[in-house]
């Protein structure tokens, strides 16, 4: 069994020995001598070879008689090939010379075309390094004049379109190099120039914000040079006065409008100030470089840093105008410069940053000027201020922000001015009242006449006819103050000009200014005067004379009024002037001092009465009166001689005044708690000052008392001095109570406590009269009647 195998395994070997390339028996052969059957193998081997020969030698054989032809057919031709070779060597060597020019210029014309070849291919690759190189040196010089927009622009190109065209060479490899940091360079410049211009428009924007407001103002004396008309003036001219001047303002009106005209021409505009190129070069680099995001955040904080400084006031901002005008003139310049980026830019500011920026500044500028005025107390200051305010609010409104809270506080600011205008006016009032001598003015010249009634409405058709020289009624301080009250008007009209009022709200406020003025300074001021200490009579007689004649000139005032706001004064819901109850009040408190202080100086004379109470009773001429009573008549006389100006009315109430307090002082006199004792004697000297009193006023020291009605002051002390003179007891007790009484007016009680003095009076003369039956009769009289008075009071009581 296995030798059958080892012969089909050799059988196998030896096919694919046949079979395989020399190249690649190794293997084969390898396995033949690893295995134990070489011998086997080598005979099988050489079996096969000599078989092979065998093959071989029978094909030789068959095929040599066509071998040998084919060698002598091969002899026959090498002669012939002989022949032929020697034939092409000779055309060949033919050739060879002939072809040999030919080749030298073929090989002229390879180098030709190899030369052109490399020449067109130099000349594109130069075609696209030239512009590189253009481009490059063109960016180098941009660089050099700092156009930096361009340079980036130039760079961009360059390195997108132009470097991947040129290929790889060194140089646009140390050109792509360098691109970056040119970039770099260039935004580091432009942030560089944006920081110098932001620098540059904060230190400059008061400059730009006093140009624009120049420019404001120009612009609204320029409207209102146009639409302003001669036939209706509005300041403090009144209506015929400005009647009189219309032909001449219309014939200066051309004049003015063409020199407002010129000078608006020749002021610079406010955004020709500022070179804004930073901006735009700056916003286009940073867009190019797509940073835009990162330059507007930055634009706008550093803005915002910039608001805050300028929105923060000086400390002493309000000690001057100036200090106000260059907060404003800053603030002016900063929004329109950020006007100015707002319509010149695409988004680097847009409407609501700069509207929240605006509502931020405007409660600063709001709370600002809220402080800082407040510690004014100058009107002039004030009104200068509202002026700036107003054409600091039309400045920035002309550019589209809306300033309508601006105007809201100048309305609160009004209330302030009208404040600070009332305390000035104080000080005025008070300086006319202590500077007027009381005393009605006199005049000789008509042109003196002429120049107070232009200052006081004085209409009296009987002092006109009156002969120079003449008196007027009044003093110095009515045309005075009559005057101050237009100024007053003036004033707080000035401060209602330009704040966009209509003629009614104008008309309404100055209205409650005035009435503010009359009922609370004037009326302090005249009361002040009215109740200061050595106010004599005829002043006082003065200042109701002088308050009534401002009562009567009150229309004219509201005809003033209406005059200089074109409101009518019967429109509806028209605040009405209080000056007519102000005046009243002054002269009533005017006439209630003048009854005070008469009363006052009879006091003064009443203290030098020297009554001897226990006089005795006079025989024979009746008792004279008492001088101090004398001397009290003789300056009642004098007095109401001067009251001739006054009112009937208020002449008749000082003089009944006066006559009620004589005869209520005589009978506290009599009554007085320190007088302990009364004699009879002393009763008809105090009887006999009566009846002069009574003369006094039968007399009629001032006129308009009908009958007697003046003794009627003097009727309670007449009835009771008559009572104890005449000893008319029995009738008195009898007749008490009826309407018929003769003694109507005497009180009980008062004539028993004189009754009781003049008891203490008789006991005490009684034991010095040794208890004489006349003086113990009376005596025994007195008790009774004191009695009987007693009980009459009782009943009355129960």
């Known amino acids: 069994m296995a030798s059958v195998e080892a012969a089909a395994e050799h059988e196998r070997i030896l096919r694919e020995i046949e079979s395989t390339d020399s190249n690649c028996i190794g293997p084969t052969l390898r396995s033949v001598y690893d295995g134990q059957e070489h011998g086997l193998f080598m005979a099988k081997l050489d079996a096969r070879i000599r078989n092979h020969d065998r093959e071989i030698e029978k094909m030789c054989n068959h095929h040599f008689q066509g071998f040998v032809d084919s060698i002598t057919e091969l002899l026959k031709v090498r002669g012939e090939a002989q022949k032929l070779k020697s034939q092409v060597t000779a055309t060949n060597r033919s050739i060879q010379g002939d072809g040999k020019e030919l080749t030298s210029s073929m090989e002229e014309l390879r180098q030709c075309r190899v030369q052109q ?232 500011v847009n409407r609501a940053y700069v509207e929240e920026l605006w509502e931020l500044a405007l409660s600063k500028i709001v709370a600002a000027l809220r402080t800082h005025s407040s510690y004014c107390d100058d009107p002039d200051l004030v009104l200068d201020l509202k002026n700036l305010i107003v054409l600091f609010a039309d ?225 024979g001429a009746a008792p004279t009166p008492s001088d101090y009573l004398l001397d009290l008549i003789a300056f009642l006389k004098s007095t109401f001689s001067v009251f001739t100006n006054l009112p009937g009315k208020v002449a008749q109430t000082a003089c009944m005044s006066a006559c009620k307090h004589i005869s209520t002082s005589l009978l506290q006199l009599l009554l007085d708690p320190e007088v302990k004792q009364i004699s009879m004697g002393a009763l008809h000297q105090l009887n006999a000052d009566v009846y002069e009193c009574e003369g006094f006023a039968r007399a009629g020291p001032v006129a308009g008392f009908q009958g007697d009605t003046l003794l009627l002051a003097f009727s309670d002390l007449r009835q009771l001095l008559e009572l104890f003179t005449h000893w008319d007891w029995s009738s008195y007790l009898a007749d008490y109570g009826k309407t018929s009484c003769k003694y109507l007016r005497v009180n009980p009680h008062a004539a028993l406590a004189l009754l009781e003095k003049m008891r203490e009076s008789s006991r005490k003369n009684v034991v010095f009269a040794q208890f004489r039956k006349t003086e113990r009769d009376r005596q025994k009289l007195i008790d009774a009647v004191v009695k009987q008075l007693r009980n009459l009071i009782a009943q009355h009581h129960a």
């Open 395 to 619: 400045t920035l409104q002309g550019y589209g922000f809306p300033v309508s809270q601006l105007f809201d506080m100048l309305l609160e600011m009004r209330d302030q001015y009208s404040e600070i205008l009332l305390k000035r006016w104080n000080v005025t009032f008070r300086q006319v009242l202590d500077q007027d001598n009381f005393g009605p003015i006199l005049v000789s010249t008509e042109q003196e006449y002429r120049h107070y009634t232009s200052q006081f409405p004085l209409q009296d058709p009987e002092l006109e006819k009156l002969p120079f020289p003449k008196k007027l009624p009044f003093s110095e301080f009515v045309p005075k103050v009559y005057c101050q009250l237009k100024e007053f008007i003036y004033a707080c009209l000035k401060y209602s000009e330009d704040l966009h009022l209509s003629s009614t709200e104008v008309d309404d406020m100055i209205r409650k200014s005035t009435n503010l003025l009359l009922t609370r300074t004037l009326s302090h001021c005249l009361h002040y005067a009215i109740k200061k200490k050595n106010v004599g009579l005829a002043e006082l007689v003065q200042v109701s004379i002088n308050t009534t004649h401002l009562e009567q000139s009150c229309h004219f005032l509201e005809e003033f009024i209406s005059n200089i706001t074109n409101v009518p004064p019967d429109t509806a819901n028209a605040t009405k002037l209080y000056g007519t109850s102000t005046f009243k009040d002054a002269r009533h408190a005017a006439e209630a001092e003048i009854y005070t202080g008469l009363n006052a100086k009879i006091d003064q004379f009443l203290q030098l009465a020297d009554y001897d109470w226990m006089a005795g009773v006079p025989s």
């Open 117 to 348: 070849r490399n020449i067109a291919t130099t000349i594109d690759k130069l075609t696209h390094c030239l512009p590189v190189l253009e481009m490059y040196g063109r960016l180098q010089e941009q660089m050099d004049a700092k156009r930096y927009y361009p340079a980036l622009r130039t760079s961009e190109q360059l390195e997108q379109t132009c470097l991947p065209r040129a290929g790889q060479y060194r140089f646009c490899a140390i050109m792509a190099e360098n691109l970056p940091k040119l970039r770099t360079q260039i935004r580091d410049t432009a942030m560089t120039q944006l920081k110098d211009f932001l620098e540059s428009i904060r230190k400059h924007s008061d400059k730009i914000g006093e140009t624009a407001i120049r420019q404001a103002q120009l612009q609204r004396s320029l409207d209102s040079s146009i639409s302003a008309q001669p036939s209706a003036p509005v300041g403090r001219r009144p209506r015929r006065e400005a009647a009189a001047g219309g032909v001449a303002q219309s014939n200066g009106q051309a004049g003015r409008l063409e020199a407002d005209e010129e000078e608006a021409d020749q002021v610079t505009g406010a955004q020709d100030l500022v070179d804004f190129s930073p901006v735009y070069r700056c916003l286009h680099i940073y867009t190019v470089l797509g940073l835009r995001d990162v330059f507007e955040n930055y634009y706008r904080k550093q803005r915002r840093k910039q608001a805050r400084l300028v929105l923060q006031p000086h400390s002493n901002m309000h000690e001057t105008l100036e200090g106000y005008r260059r907060y404003f003139n800053q603030i002016v310049g900063f929004f329109v410069v950020e006007d100015h980026v707002l319509h010149t830019t695409q988004g680097l």
